[in-house]
């Protein structure tokens, strides 16, 4: 039995528009910040940058105060330690307004890393004076 090369070629491409459709390269492929999470989100007339745009600052937003962090049980039942690395957006009030994950050493940390981050408190950036919103990247750790 002779199989058609059209028809071949009709199955690679039918199967390639599903696997796009459907998200399914985002399990094969690391994320690293580029897609924009939407957890975080607040809605405000303020323009923030985007989250790989270039914001000239003289003072990078500092820690002021860390949000507890809760170890994920499965995390715990399973002895996992590890670090995520956290773009975090912060307006010019200081505030949070937004987390992505950018490097994770395992998933299961992931939400409470960002669920700290976004309830930590932040210096703003400052440039030429005044504060400004910009990115900063929050490393959080988890050890037992």
Request: aromatic share 12%; hydrophobic share 45%; charged share 25%.
């Amino acid at each position: 039995m002779k199989i058609n090369s059209k028809f071949i070629s009709f199955v690679f491409f039918v199967s390639l528009f599903l696997f796009l459709e459907n998200n399914l390269y985002s399990q094969a492929l690391p994320n690293f910040g580029i897609e924009k999470s939407k957890k975080g989100v607040e809605k405000s007339d303020e323009a923030y940058p985007d989250i790989d745009e270039f914001v000239p600052v003289d003072q990078q937003p500092t820690v002021i105060k860390h949000a507890p962090v809760s170890y994920p049980e499965l995390a715990k039942s399973a002895r996992l330690q590890g670090t995520v690395y956290l773009k975090v957006l912060i307006d010019k009030d200081g505030k949070a307004k937004k987390a992505v994950v950018f490097k994770s050493d395992a998933e299961v940390f992931n939400e409470a890393a960002i669920q700290s981050a976004l309830k930590s408190t932040y210096s703003s950036a400052m440039n030429d004076g005044k504060p400004v919103a910009t990115w900063m990247v929050l490393p959080i750790s988890f050890k037992l």
